[in-house]
C-alpha cells in the first residue's frame, strides 16, 4: 500500500491486516472473475457454551445484484447452520472483517467460528506452535454464523459485465452486502429469522451502513442488532492530527493500559480498572481544559498537567512539555520502551519486538494474523472439504485509501457520519440492540474513541452496551476474551 496523505486512517485500516501483507500479493486479473463452484457441505458436531451439537457448514457461493451500477458478484460464504433448529426462529448472525477490502479469516478462525487458532497468552510465545483447536467459546450454540468474503476477496469474485472497482466505496460494499444477506435469507428458508451482523474495524463503518441500507427502501429489513469491535464510525473525531485535541484526551485511557501492562507506571495497589477510572476522570476534565487553553495555559499549570501524564502513561514530563501536552498513538509506541530498544504492536500493543538498526520494525502484533493465514487454507481444505484450485485472496487488489469511496463529500465543511446507518436501524426497529466492543490494548481504534462514540450518538443508550476486552485489535486471540465475546453475543442473540 502507497503511503496516504490520511496517515490515522492508514493506521485503522491496516489494523485488519498485519503490515506485512497488506493490501494484496494478487495480481488484479487474478480477482476479477467469479468461478461457479459447487457447494461444499460437511456435517461436524462440537461442544459450544457447555451445549454438544450438530451442525453443518456450507461453503457456497450466490450471485447477488445491487447499486444503481445493477453490479452482479458471486460472493462466497462460510455458514454454520445447527442441524435440527427451527429456521423460522433460530438466529442468524452474519460476520466479517474490514480492510477495506479483506476477507473474513480472522474474525472466523481467530475467535468465533467452531474452530479457533489457540493462541498463548505468554505473547512471547513461538508462533509456530500456534494451532487450530475446537472453540468452545463460539456462539454456535445460540445463533447460526454466515462468514461473509466481498467480492474480490476470498473466493467471491465480480460477474461478467462489472469491475472490482464497482464495489470500492462504501456505498457500494454496503449494497453488496445488504443483497447477499437478502439472498442467503431466501435461499435458506430463513426470511423470518433474526438477523444480526458483526463487523471489526472497517466492518465496523461496513455493519453501519448495511443497518442504513436494510432501514431504508420498499422493502425493509428489520436488524435484531449488531456487534462493532474494533469501531470507526467516528474516526474523523479520533484521527490524530495535530490540532484535534479530542483525539488525544480520547486516546489516554489506551496509551495509560499500555503503560500500566509493561510496568511503567505505578500500580500502588489499584487494580487496572481503578486506574482507568482515574485516568479518564483526568482526561475528560483538567486534561481537555489544558489542551484547550494551548498556549494560554500558565507554565506551573502546564508542568503540573505532564507531571501527571506522566504518572499515567509512563512518558517523562519533560518529554510532555517539548511537545504540547499530547503524544500520538504512534509516537507511543515507539518511545515508551525506547530505553530496551522495543517496539509496541500497533493492533495489540502487549506484543513486542525489537527495532531495527533503520529505526524500523514490522507490527509485532502481526505474529496474531500470520499465524491465521497460515492456518487457514489447511482447514477449510482438510475440514470443510474445499478443494478450488483458485486461489483464496485475503486483500482486494487497491493500491491506496484514495481507490476507495468513502462518502459524505470531500470538501472541509464535510461531515463522515458514518454511525447514522445505525441511528437509523433504531429508529426503524424499537426492539434493535447494539454492541459495542473494543480492545484495551488497541492503539489504532480505542477504548476512548468508543466510549465518544456511545456518548455523542443520540442512541437509546437503553439498548446499547459499551464492553471493553483484553487484548488488542483481535481481542477474542485472548482466550478469555474469545469467552466473553461470545457470552457478549449470546446476552445480544436471547
Do not use: C
Not at 459485465?161 to 464497482?166: M, R
Not at 435458506?188 to 451502513?209: C, H, I, K
Amino acid at each position: 500500500m502507497k503511503r496516504s496523505r490520511t496517515i490515522p486512517i492508514l493506521l485503522l485500516i491496516a489494523a485488519a491486516l498485519p503490515p506485512q501483507m497488506a493490501l494484496a500479493q494478487v495480481a488484479p486479473e487474478a480477482v476479477s472473475r467469479a468461478v461457479d463452484h459447487p457447494a461444499a457441505i460437511t456435517k461436524h458436531h462440537g461442544t459450544f457454551n457447555g451445549h454438544t451439537i450438530d451442525y453443518t457448514a456450507t461453503v457456497e457461493g450466490l450471485v447477488v445484484t445491487s447499486g444503481p451500477r445493477q453490479s452482479s458478484a458471486r460472493v462466497v460464504s462460510f455458514a454454520y447452520t445447527r442441524d435440527g433448529a427451527d429456521r423460522r426462529t433460530r438466529p442468524v448472525i452474519f460476520l466479517f472483517n474490514g480492510g477495506p477490502i479483506v476477507s473474513s479469516p480472522y474474525v472466523h478462525i481467530g475467535g468465533l467460528g467452531p474452530k479457533r487458532v489457540a493462541f498463548p497468552d505468554d505473547v512471547t510465545a513461538d508462533p509456530a506452535s500456534f494451532q487450530l483447536v475446537d472453540n468452545p467459546y463460539s456462539p454456535l450454540d445460540a445463533a447460526d454464523l454466515v462468514f461473509v468474503d466481498p467480492a474480490s476477496t476470498g473466493f467471491s469474485r465480480v460477474m461478467a459485465g462489472t469491475q472490482p472497482s464497482d464495489y470500492y466505496s462504501i456505498p457500494a460494499d454496503a449494497a453488496q452486502f445488504a443483497a447477499f444477506i437478502r439472498t442467503w435469507l431466501r435461499t435458506n428458508g430463513r426470511e423470518g429469522a433474526p438477523v444480526y451482523l458483526f463487523g471489526e474495524s472497517y466492518g465496523t463503518n461496513r455493519a453501519a451502513a448495511i443497518a442504513g441500507a436494510l432501514a431504508e427502501g420498499p422493502d425493509p429489513l428489520p436488524l435484531a442488532g449488531v456487534f462493532i469491535y474494533g469501531q470507526a464510525l467516528n474516526i474523523i473525531e479520533y484521527s490524530q492530527r495535530p490540532g484535534n485535541i479530542v483525539s488525544y484526551v480520547a486516546s489516554l485511557p489506551t496509551v495509560a493500559a499500555i503503560g500500566w501492562y509493561h510496568q511503567r507506571v505505578e500500580h500502588r495497589g489499584r487494580t487496572l480498572d481503578q486506574f482507568l477510572a482515574e485516568v479518564r476522570s483526568f482526561a475528560k476534565g483538567d486534561y481537555l481544559a489544558a489542551l484547550y487553553r494551548g498556549d494560554d495555559l500558565p507554565p506551573d499549570a502546564r508542568r503540573s498537567i505532564a507531571v501527571r501524564l506522566q504518572a499515567f502513561s509512563g512518558i517523562p514530563a519533560d518529554w510532555y512539555l517539548a511537545n504540547g501536552l499530547r503524544i500520538t498513538k504512534e509516537r507511543y509506541r515507539t518511545e515508551l520502551l525506547k530505553d530496551r530498544g522495543l517496539l509496541l504492536g500497533r493492533s495489540d500493543a502487549r506484543y513486542t519486538a525489537p527495532i531495527t538498526d533503520r529505526g524500523e520494525a514490522p507490527d509485532p502484533s502481526g505474529v496474531l494474523g500470520d499465524a491465521i493465514q497460515r492456518i487457514f487454507p489447511a482447514y477449510i481444505k482438510s475440514e470443510l472439504g474445499v478443494d478450488w484450485t483458485d486461489p483464496y485472496v485475503l486483500a482486494a487488489p487497491i493500491t491506496s485509501l484514495e481507490d476507495w469511496g468513502w462518502g459524505f463529500g470531500t470538501s472541509p465543511f464535510g461531515d463522515w457520519p458514518y454511525q447514522l446507518g445505525i441511528t437509523r436501524m433504531m429508529t426503524f426497529n424499537p426492539r434493535f440492540r447494539l454492541v459495542v466492543g473494543n480492545g484495551v490494548y488497541d492503539t489504532q481504534t480505542t477504548m476512548g474513541a468508543a466510549e465518544y462514540l456511545v456518548t455523542q450518538s443520540g442512541w437509546d443508550r437503553a439498548r446499547v452496551t459499551l464492553r471493553y476486552y483484553d487484548g488488542g485489535h483481535m481481542g477474542y486471540s485472548v482466550a478469555a476474551t474469545a469467552k466473553a465475546i461470545g457470552d457478549d453475543i449470546r446476552t445480544l442473540v436471547r
